[in-house]
């Protein structure tokens, strides 16, 4: 379902909210209102009764003409016309106003003093009828009140506000739209400017206003992801032409080689040994696709590491009987340390051997015949420490920070010629990170390198 723009959405709960807000104001302020004047109106009843028994008080011993006389009199001085009238228990008239007579209010009783509305010709009159003991006998006494005029003015009020209400719906509902409008007018500008952005022009940013609220905080955020996936992607790029650039030299050579050995015919052993030529490259690219391959795939989350518990000790043990073969080979000692007892982490056996592999395979190729190359496994603060030591050639304090990217060698001229690419500690660095550990190095140009490898070891 097509949904609304945010604008018109918020515009619709802008007028939902206020005419809720309208109709419940409305509401409570005509019957707040009615409330109050009902409340005056029974506060003078209430007065005016009380008058009208205490002057019954002061007359009755004179008998009840005087009473009525009394209260004519002061009917009189009322301007507003009186509405009052007075029975005896037997329901006689004691007295009655010229204008209850013509309402034609009937008397009525009442233990406790009690206010009614009626409606009589036409007119609505509030009225309070108290019921009073004097001298042994009970009058009904009774005051009224015309309310015509305030029920009008309350009803002029009705209408205003159900004239009123609509119009003023109508201004916020415009005024919602507006504000909406202009609030996000921002985010269309937002999205404009970042659907220019492509793998193109990668490095252009967002614009940030400077309002200090969501919309700058949301251009922040996007500018800091198009800084990761530009990142992301430059370093794809490098990788890319790093890579096309070191398969080109093996093909250059194998080609070379090949059209030399063709050019004239040659003695048996001639073809011989350009083909084995031929071979040892074709094995120094096979292996250096295999670890391309294998670095595209941690790349893309595809290279799925198995994880099961692996005894850290035994895995060295193996990694370290190749790491042997190969210094022995070298003319290079060999030690290994590691203590007796299995060290468990959670991993993959083969990765695992794969990333201690590739430090010893440095070690013996970085340390000239003669040298020392040692191995040891301990145990520091939940971490196995797996350490590779060598008394080779070292690193340089401005290549340390770079021998974990890719490609990265020390000495292009002399790894190369060792048989290095540059991608073995990247891979090694991406095992350790995988297992939720590290690489750190330490070295000292000259003297030789240590390789710490901290791997967090398995509570289970
Ligand atoms: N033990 C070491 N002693 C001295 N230099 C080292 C040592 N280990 C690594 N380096 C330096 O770090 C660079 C990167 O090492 P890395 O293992 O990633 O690549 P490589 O050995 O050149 O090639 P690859 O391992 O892919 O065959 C090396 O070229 C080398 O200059
Ligand atoms: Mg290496």
Redesign the pocket.
């Known amino acids: 379902m097509k949904r609304w723009p945010i604008r018109i959405r918020l515009t619709a709960w802008y007028f939902g909210v206020s005419a809720v807000t309208f109709v419940v104001f409305g509401t409570a302020a005509y019957f707040a209102m009615r409330r109050s004047i009902e409340t005056t109106v029974d506060e003078s009843l209430r007065d005016r009764a009380a008058g009208v028994r205490e002057l019954m008080t002061r007359m009755l011993p004179e008998g009840s003409e005087r009473v009525a006389d009394e209260l004519r009199e002061h009917s009189e001085l009322r301007e507003e016309g009186d509405l009052s009238q007075v029975s005896d228990e037997e329901g006689h008239w004691i007295y009655r106003s010229s204008l209850m007579e013509h309402y034609e209010v009937p008397m009525a009783q009442a233990g406790t003093p009690t206010f009614v509305t009626l409606r009589l010709k036409e007119m609505p009159l509030r009225l309070l009828t108290r019921d009073d003991r004097l001298d042994d006998r009970t009058y009904h006494i009774q005051v009224a009140a015309p309310m015509d005029d305030f029920y009008d003015a309350l009803a002029h009020f009705k209408w205003e506000l159900c004239l009123l209400s609509p119009v003023l719906l109508v201004i916020a509902s415009a005024g919602g739209y507006w504000m909406s409008r202009r609030a996000l007018l921002p985010v269309d500008e937002i999205t404009q400017a970042a659907q220019k952005i492509s793998h193109k022009n990668i490095s252009s940013r967002l614009a940030i206003p400077q309002s200090r609220d969501e919309l700058q905080r949301l251009s922040e955020t996007l500018n800091d992801m198009l800084e990761r996936l530009e990142a992301a992607f430059n370093r794809i790029a490098q990788f890319t032409a790093d890579a096309s650039h070191e398969l080109r030299t093996p093909v250059a050579l194998m080609r070379t080689t090949a059209e030399l050995a063709l050019r004239r015919p040659r003695q048996d052993t001639e073809y011989r040994e350009a083909l084995s030529q031929i071979l040892r490259e074709v094995e120094r690219t096979a ?2 696709i295999e ?1 391309l391959m294998l670095l595209a795939r941690a790349d893309s989350g595809a290279e799925a590491l198995r994880f099961a518990p692996v005894d850290l000790t035994e895995n060295l043990r193996e990694a370290c009987r190749q790491g042997h073969t190969l210094a022995d080979a070298k003319q290079i000692r060999f030690q290994e340390q590691t203590c007796g007892s299995p060290t468990f982490v959670e991993g993959d056996a083969h990765a695992l051997e794969r990333l201690f592999l ?2 010893l ?3 013996v ?3 000239q015949p003669g040298g020392q190359v040692a191995a040891s496994l301990s145990h520091s603060d939940g971490f196995a420490v797996v350490e ?1 030591r ?1 008394t ?4 340089g304090q401005e ?1 340390l920070p770079h ?2 990217e ?1 490609f ?5 001229a ?3 010629e ?11 660095q991406w095992i350790a990170q995988a297992h939720g550990g590290g690489i750190e ?1 330490e ?1 000292v140009i000259g003297q ?2 240590v ?1 710490r490898v901290r791997l967090p070891i398995s509570k289970a």
């Open positions: 292996v250096l670890k590739i430090l395979d440095n070690a190729k970085y340390t590779i060598d080779g050639i070292g690193i290549d021998i974990f890719r990265y060698r020390a000495d292009k002399r790894s190369r060792m048989g290095g690419v540059g991608l073995g500690l990247s891979i090694g190095v070295s030789g390198s390789f």
